[in-house]
């Protein structure tokens, strides 16, 4: 099952749980369908999971009821529907080595093989996400400490992982070798916080500490913080992706502010594609940064040519009334006293179907613009990504299916222009450029994908990349 999560992890702090309800909403764009907590305190797990956005799931008496100084949380878009709340993460279960929780970023590659295995074996499995391979490993070890038991276990699993673990007194977090996904550690007080995006440690406070390295496993306990390796080999291939779309701007990631690299990206585009125009606008918020820097390279002013309506959730009731273009006009909203007449360059941050591109930029055109020149501040999208991020079958990528001139024709632009696999990369200045897994753009996946496809224990139901819109 493909997964887009956030997750947070807490360790000695006086209420925990509310610590964890903080830093789940700075992660929501992480994952919008379910959030959950478990808490910890003298040995017994509190649970609290529901189908929801962060604000929806938590309130007063659920915090008050998640007791005690260490929890993990996770935010997830989740993949069937409201009665599959067995899903949710974090997961929990009793074992051999103690009562454990546990909330994962990422997807592993070979879990559908590892499940098909345990099943014959005999194990029962609570749910249908790929992280619960990682439980029944850790339950069934041989291993009497429970850090080598999952060392071992992380060992056998494939593919992308970022996590948190909460035993009966200790936090554990890891990072898969490749370090596909980011996490961070923090402090706060005397106690610890592990995070996947560094704007969850901002918004409670916490001190920024560093990032947990591509295949280390920390322990931390009430005598303080372990490292150890994950036995595997690998060439770092931190997803790229993170920069271009999915990461907050006000994040680090991989070392490097979100914002920053983003507009790194515009100022290349506009070298890369420059066009004569009367103004710069993206669309907001994924093309913010990247506008930015494509108007200060360009000379060209920034404006903001749209507006979005941030209370739109994921769903809406649709009105009865036929009303045209109704579902991208509800969150998108063109300025026509500043298009009109003019000559505008329109930053996205990617192509995916190029669906809602189309009716952007007919709705740009709509609102007055004269002539609308799309530059795309990353590569065309080429590839399905197995490593976390939702993206659809090869099929339904317009890249693959249309040549450039095609899609410019398609999306309705003047001109289209996409930033360069190269001039991606070199826009990330910290960070050696073989470092990144790049394969939703050019196909080379960092590692053979073992259960290609699947890893869907349960067939989709719901197309969640079609919803989000
Ligand atoms: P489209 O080309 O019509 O499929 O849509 C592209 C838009 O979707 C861009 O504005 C992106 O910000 C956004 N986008 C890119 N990747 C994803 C993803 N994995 N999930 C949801 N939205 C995405």
Redesign the pocket.
Known sequence: MKD?CGVFGVFGIEDAARLAYLGLYALQHRGEESAGIVSLDAGHFYVVKEMGLVSDVFHEDNLSYLKGKTAIGHVRYSTTGSNNINNIQPLYSKTAKGKLAIAHNGNLTNAFTIYKRLKEEGALFQSTVDSETILHLIARSKEKSVTAAFQKALAEVQGAYSLVCLGENFLMAARDPYGFRPLVLGRLEDGYIVTSETCALDLIGAEYVREIENGEMIYIDDTGITSFRIPVVAKPAFCV?EH???SRPDSLVFGENVHLVRKEFGKTLAREYPIDADLVMA?PD??NSAALGYAQESGIPFEIGMTRNHYVGRTFIQPNQKIRDFNVKVKLNPISSVLKGKRVVVI?????????????VAAIRKAGASEVHLRISSPP?MFP?HFG????KREKL?ATQKTLEEIRRFVGADSLGYLSREGMLASISNIKSDKFCTACFDGNYPLKVQDKGKYTFEKRNIN??AQ??
Request: net charge neutral; charged share 25%.
């Open positions: 887009e992706f271009v779309y999915f669309i994924s093309g996205d941050d990617s192509l995916v179907r190029g669906t809602t591109s189309k009716q952007r999208v990504c991020i939702d993206t659809p317009i969640l990349y989000k819109g």
